[in-house]
């Protein structure tokens, strides 16, 4: 039989050797990647969509301005 030393030498090697495959398994873990580029994904369409409905709000203010000036020399033809 082993002298308790070689089993003690043993159990350790044991321990390290399972230590070294969770640190293997961690590594590879997503860890919330996936989340954070999702998140990231949407924050970008966010601000895009917010740069299309100012543009859009711009446009809307110019042709309410454009009409109301058509309605003004209407008004002014009409007299």
Do not use: C, F, Y
């Not at 030498?9 to 230590?19: E, G, M, R």
């Not at 969770?22 to 369409?45: C, M, S, T, W, Y």
């Amino acid at each position: 039989m082993a002298s308790p030393e070689l089993q003690r030498l043993w159990k350790l090697h044991q321990i390290d050797a399972s230590i070294q495959e969770i640190r293997n398994r961690a590594a590879h873990l997503d860890v919330g990647q996936r989340i954070q580029k999702e998140i990231d994904a949407v924050v970008v369409e966010e601000e895009e969509a917010s740069g299309r409905a100012k543009k859009l709000h711009a446009e809307q203010t110019d042709l309410e301005l454009a009409n109301k000036t058509i309605e003004d020399k209407l008004k002014k033809i009409d007299k």
